[in-house]
């Protein structure tokens, strides 16, 4: 998924960006054509395109990428009240060539300066009007102090779980094997609907890890759903998606589920005697329930946790 970053030259777009990857603000130069980088939120990585704001840029590189993205952030200037009808100019045109229904975020970018609340309302009622296509939020914002800096980053969650379930994608089940002190631990967080896993029709679920260094990376469709599955040597997960007329975000699935054996990994790494049960719990919950909101909207997930009887394996 990707981020496209406009708005005029020299309003702080990469600014933002270096404080939102590395918590502080760097001398910048005003960006030559564009900047890409990679932004990790909630185990999913997520391409940041800062697209150069001078005029030129404007006319030849911003149809193309905007077009390209998933979500939109528009930076104004808050303390520039003279540019803001060029800056809206601008505006309209970029809703025009990004993705329709895509999300918007407006910046009001108050850098150092006390928040001018009437600036605030100007900008908010001059860019809401132009365009019904599009859900538009706004939030004034300090790369110098980090303000709200937090809540970019919690839109940008959203912005991720919102294309995820426009693809139609619900994820139905999860279940993940992971090698512990105590030996294989289960984790399953599913929709009430259980039908969804019958074991003859997933015969396929079964602790399947990689060897060695190896890792596997596998995705299937069955019965009209999709089945991702990733694994290296101690951890072993699943996810099945609902069933949808067409299949979407698969890229997307096939990353969540790497990222989450990677963050087993680390928690590994940070026990050092090895996983226990309560320390998976707590994890499992975190991160695939509070983080993953992309849960079927009307069943709330359950979430089980059982130790495997490694007999029945070796
Ligand atoms: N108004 C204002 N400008 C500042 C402040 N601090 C820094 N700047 C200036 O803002 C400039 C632009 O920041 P950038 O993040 O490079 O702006 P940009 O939007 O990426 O610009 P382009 O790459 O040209 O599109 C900085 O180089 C500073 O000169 C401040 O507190 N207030
Ligand atoms: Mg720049």
Redesign the pocket.
Known sequence: MTVSIA??????????V?KLLREEVT?????YGINQEIVKINGLRLGLT?????EP?RNSLWPSYLSRSDALIY?V?G??EEKLDESKQWFVRALKWIKENSPVLVLI?T???PVDDNVLKTVNDIFTSPSNDHPIEFLPIS??TGKNMNKTVDWLANAIITTLIEAGITVDYFVAYIKTETGIVEARIKTADDEIVDESSFPIIRYKFATEAESILEYMRIGGRQVVMAADEQTSCWLITTRSEEFKGTNLLMKLLTEFIKEIQGLRVQRENGLSESDLTSYLIKYMIDNQTFWSEKQLPMFEISTVDTKEIF
């Not at 001398?27 to 960006?31: A, H, M, N, P, V």
């Open positions: 708005g005029l030259d020299g309003v702080g777009k990469t600014s933002i270096n001398e910048t130069y005003s960006t800062d697209l150069g704001g001078k840029f930076v200037d303390t520039k970018n850098w150092d300066k790369p110098i």
